[in-house]
């Protein structure tokens, strides 16, 4: 089975939810910015699933973007995880089509896997995920709220500091 995750290359939520949903699905991974995620989507055939997360779609790219997840969903489920704003139109939209979506503005797209997966997912998933909404500023989500119980604030933020800092500065070498 192939099954494919794209998901956002600049920052900590985009890779952090990448690296989740390879360790539960052992998917392979395409990294992209919002630029190019529209010819990603379109470079995806042949495949047994797909996850795209941390991926927020405007105006401009709406209609492109539902009629590659339509398209690839024809032969492959499809799943849409993300936290950025989403008009009502967009979000029915994208349901209707078939896509089963997982969204929320109050936890990012990290938190959102790590919730729906963290049974099948080691502990230390969970202090990736809080890096991941502390460096998107969503730490105020309730299930990330819970998540940041566990940590010493601190090292949260130490943590997420250092690895954000890593993203930003290896952020064109993709093997990185």
Same mark, same amino acid.
């Given at each position: 089975?192939?099954?494919i *995750? ?20 052992? *998917? ?10 529209? !010819? ?15 991926l927020g ?7 492109? %973007?539902? !009629? ?15 936290? $950025?704003?989403?008009?009502e ?7 209707d ?5 997982? $969204?929320?503005?109050?936890?990012c ?48 933020? %130490? ?16 093997e %990185?």
């Amino acid at each position: 089975m192939k099954t494919i *995750c794209i998901s956002h290359n600049r920052d900590v939520d985009g890779i952090v939810a990448a690296a989740l949903m390879r360790n539960v699905t052992k *998917c392979d991974v395409l990294l992209t910015d919002y630029e190019q995620m529209i !010819q990603t989507l379109e470079s995806v055939n042949g495949i047994d699933s797909l996850y795209v997360c941390d991926l927020g779609i405007t105006k401009e790219t709406q209609n492109l %973007f539902c !009629q590659q997840l339509n398209r690839i969903k024809k032969t492959a489920p499809v799943c849409y995880i993300d936290h $950025h704003p989403l008009s009502e139109k967009s979000l029915k939209t994208i349901i209707d089509s078939g896509v089963n979506v997982i $969204h929320s503005t109050e936890d990012c797209a990290s938190v959102l896997i790590y919730q729906l997966y963290k049974d099948k997912l080691p502990k230390q998933a969970a202090l990736l995920a809080a890096c991941s909404a502390v460096t998107d500023d969503m730490d105020s989500g309730k299930i990330t709220k819970n998540i940041l119980k566990r940590y010493d604030r601190d090292l949260i933020l %130490f943590e997420a500091s250092v690895l954000s800092y890593a993203i930003a500065a290896k952020g064109d070498d993709e093997e %990185f």
